[in-house]
C-alpha cells in the first residue's frame, strides 16, 4: 500500500506583488526520492521551507502523516545549500548539534556522531573547524548532522548545488548507498535534470512563477543505483530529454 | 563495502591549510623590522634632537634617566597605581553596561528605541567636553567622577559593536538553528554569542585607546592625581625628560592591553585563527 507522508493541498505563497506558487498540490509517499525541478526562481526552495514549517504559507496546507504543519518536527530534518555549519564548532559538535536539541542523553549523542560521522566518511576531521574542510567535507558534514537525528523526513535544498561537478557526483553516489541501507522519505531540491534523473524515484517538475506542478514523471530506473548505472541505462536519455523539454518551455516563458 | 571506501580518497587530500592572509602573523623579518624602525627613530632623536631644541626634544637617554628617577622615589609607581585604579574601574563598568546594553538593544526593538537617540547623541559630542560635567555632577574630585569618565569614554565602542554583532547574526545559521528546533537559551549560546564575540573584542579593542584617554583627561581636569598630573606638573617646570615618562607608560599600557585583548582572543574565539 502507497502511504502519503507529507501532503501540500492548494499552497499558495505571495511575497507582496509577487505570487511564488499558488494552488499547488504534491504527495511525497513513504520511503521515496522525490526530486522537484524546475528553473530557478520556481519557488521550490520555498516550498521546501513551507514543508517544514520555516515560512508560512498565504493559502492551503502542507501536512505530514496527516496533522498540518506548523513548526519544525523533530523527525524531520533538512540540509542546506549553505551548508549552514557553524564556523565556532568543530566538525563533531556540528554533527552533534541537532542530536543534542533532540535531548538525547551524552552517551547516544556521542555514538550517534561518531556512526554518522564515519557513515558520510568524516572519520577523522571531528576536530577540525569548518573552514579547514573542502566544500564537499563540509556538505557531509552537513548531511551528517541531519542523518544524526535519524529522520524519517530528510528535506534536501539543493545540497551539492554549490560543488564542483566531481565531488557533486560522488556525494550523489553516496547518497544513493545511504538510501540503499537505510531508505527514508527524501524530498530533493535541485536544477539538475542529471541529479534528479539519479537520485529520485519520481520528479516533479515545476513551472516559473508562479510555481505550480508542469508534471510528475516516474523514474522508472530500478535501484540499486550508481550515478555511473544511471547514466548508462537506456531510459536516461528519454528522461532527460524530456526533462529538458519541460524546462526549455519555461525558459522561453522566463 | 563501506560508504566512505568510494571516492572519498581524493576529496581528503585537498584538505585546506589556512594560509590566507598569512602576511598578518608576525614571521621573526617582521619583527626585525618594527625593531628596527623604533631604534632608528630613537637613534635620530638621540643624535640630531638636542641640536633642534634644546629645552623640548631632550634625548632618549635623558628619559630613561628620568624613568629610573621616578621609579627610585617612588612617583611612578604611586601615579601609575592611581590611574590602573580609575583604568580598571571605569572599563569595567564599560564593559559590563555596554555589553547588557549593546546586546539588549540589538535583540529588542524597545530597548533600541529607547538608548540609541541617547547614544548617538553621546557619542557624538566630544567626550572631553563632558568631563567638567561628570565633575560637578559628582559634586566631588575623587576617583568616583575620573572612573565615571574613563567608563564614559570606554563604553561606546564596546556598546554598539556588542549590538552590531548582535544584529548581524547569519540569517541562514538562525534558520539552521530553528529548522533543529532550539530553545532560546541554545539559541544565545549557538549562535547569537559566539557570531558577536569577534564584534565585541573588536569594540573592546577600540575601548582601551578610548579609556586611556579618559583617563589621562580625567586627571587633567578632576583633582590633578596619577600619570595625567605628572604629566601636568612637569611640563609646567619644563622638565620634559620626567614629562615624557608617564606618557611612554600610557603608551605602553595601551600596546599591552591590546596584546592580552587579542590573546583573549585567540582563546575565546579560536575559530578566528583564519584571519590571522
Redesign the interface.
Same mark, same amino acid.
Given at each position: 500500500m502507497i502511504v502519503d507522508r507529507i501532503v501540500v493541498e492548494g499552497a499558495t505563497k505571495r511575497y507582496a506583488a509577487v505570487t511564488v506558487f499558488d494552488g499547488l498540490e504534491l504527495a511525497v509517499r513513504e520511503r521515496e526520492t522525490l526530486c522537484i525541478l524546475g528553473p530557478s526562481g520556481c519557488g521550490k526552495t520555498t516550498l521546501l521551507r513551507a514543508m517544514?514549517g520555516?515560512v508560512p504559507l498565504d493559502g492551503g496546507r502542507v501536512s505530514i502523516d496527516g496533522s498540518k504543519v506548523t *513548526?519544525?518536527?523533530?523527525n524531520v *530534518?533538512?540540509v542546506?545549500q549553505?551548508f549552514?555549519l557553524?564556523?565556532?564548532?568543530r566538525v563533531g559538535d556540528n554533527v552533534a548539534?541537532?542530536v543534542e536539541? *533532540?535531548g538525547l542523553p551524552r552517551t547516544v549523542v556521542q555514538e550517534r556522531v561518531a556512526r554518522y560521522i564515519?557513515?558520510?566518511?568524516?572519520?577523522g576531521f571531528e576536530r577540525?573547524?569548518p573552514?579547514?574542510?573542502?566544500g564537499?567535507?563540509q556538505q557531509r558534514a552537513g548531511l551528517a548532522r541531519a542523518l544524526a537525528?535519524e529522520p524519517d523526513i530528510l528535506l534536501m535544498d539543493e545540497p551539492f548545488g554549490s560543488l564542483d561537478a566531481?565531488?557533486r557526483e /560522488?556525494l550523489q553516489?553516496?547518497l544513493l548507498? /545511504?538510501y540503499q541501507?537505510d531508505p527514508r522519505t527524501m524530498v530533493f531540491i535541485t536544477h539538475s535534470i542529471e541529479e534528479a534523473i539519479s537520485l529520485g524515484d519520481r520528479i516533479l517538475v515545476m513551472t516559473s512563477r508562479p510555481g505550480r506542478v508542469r508534471e510528475l514523471i516516474g523514474v522508472d530506473i530500478p535501484r540499486p543505483r550508481t550515478v555511473e548505472s544511471v547514466i548508462a541505462h537506456p531510459r536516461f536519455l528519454e528522461l532527460r530529454d524530456h526533462c529538458w523539454r519541460l524546462l526549455r518551455e519555461q525558459q522561453v516563458i522566463a | 563495502m563501506?560508504?566512505?571506501e %568510494?571516492?572519498?580518497e581524493?576529496?581528503?587530500a &585537498?584538505?585546506?591549510?589556512?594560509t590566507r592572509s598569512g602576511w598578518r602573523r608576525l614571521r621573526p623579518g617582521d619583527w626585525a623590522v618594527r625593531i628596527g624602525t623604533i631604534a632608528l627613530l630613537l637613534g635620530v632623536w638621540e643624535l640630531f634632537g638636542p641640536s633642534l631644541n634644546k629645552l623640548i626634544l631632550r634625548p632618549p637617554s635623558d628619559i630613561v634617566r628620568a624613568f629610573f628617577e621616578l621609579l627610585g622615589n617612588g612617583e611612578l609607581q604611586e601615579a601609575l597605581g592611581q590611574s590602573l585604579r580609575e583604568l580598571v574601574g571605569g572599563f569595567a563598568i564599560a564593559l559590563v553596561l555596554g555589553l547588557v546594553l549593546g546586546i539588549a538593544s540589538g535583540r529588542w526593538r524597545f530597548v533600541y528605541n529607547a538608548t540609541d537617540p541617547l547614544v548617538s547623541a553621546l557619542y557624538s559630542v566630544p567626550s572631553v567636553a563632558l568631563v567638567p560635567l561628570i565633575a560637578v555632577a559628582f559634586k566631588s574630585f575623587g576617583d568616583p567622577p575620573r572612573i565615571a569618565t574613563v567608563a564614559l569614554f570606554a563604553i561606546f565602542p564596546i556598546l554598539i559593536n556588542a549590538q552590531q554583532g548582535v544584529r548581524n547574526v547569519d540569517r541562514?545559521?538562525l534558520?539552521?538553528a530553528? +529548522?533543529?528546533?532550539? +530553545?532560546e537559551r &541554545?539559541l544565545w549560546t549557538? %549562535?547569537i554569542v559566539? +557570531?558577536a564575540?569577534p564584534y565585541v573584542l573588536a569594540g573592546v579593542r577600540l575601548a582601551i585607546g578610548r579609556g586611556l584617554i579618559g583617563m589621562i583627561v580625567a586627571e587633567f581636569f578632576i583633582g590633578l592625581v596619577g600619570l595625567g598630573y605628572l604629566i601636568i606638573s612637569y611640563e609646567n617646570v619644563f622638565r620634559i625628560d620626567r614629562m615624557f615618562v608617564p606618557v611612554i607608560v600610557v603608551a605602553t599600557m595601551g600596546i599591552l592591553l591590546m596584546g592580552f585583548v587579542q590573546w583573549v582572543e585567540g582563546r575565546v574565539?579560536?575559530?578566528l585563527k &583564519?584571519d590571522q
Open positions: 517544514h520555516l *513548526a519544525p518536527r523533530r *530534518a533538512m542546506f549553505h549552514g557553524f564556523p565556532w564548532k548539534y541537532g536539541l *533532540a564515519e557513515l558520510v566518511g568524516l572519520g577540525h573547524y573552514h579547514q574542510l573542502s564537499g567535507m537525528t566531481q565531488t /560522488i553516489d553516496e548507498r /545511504i541501507r | 563501506t560508504f566512505h %568510494v571516492g572519498v581524493v576529496e581528503q &585537498r584538505v585546506v591549510v589556512p541562514q545559521l534558520e539552521v530553528r +529548522s533543529f528546533n532550539t +530553545s &541554545r549557538d %549562535v559566539p +557570531s564575540t574565539a579560536p575559530w &583564519r
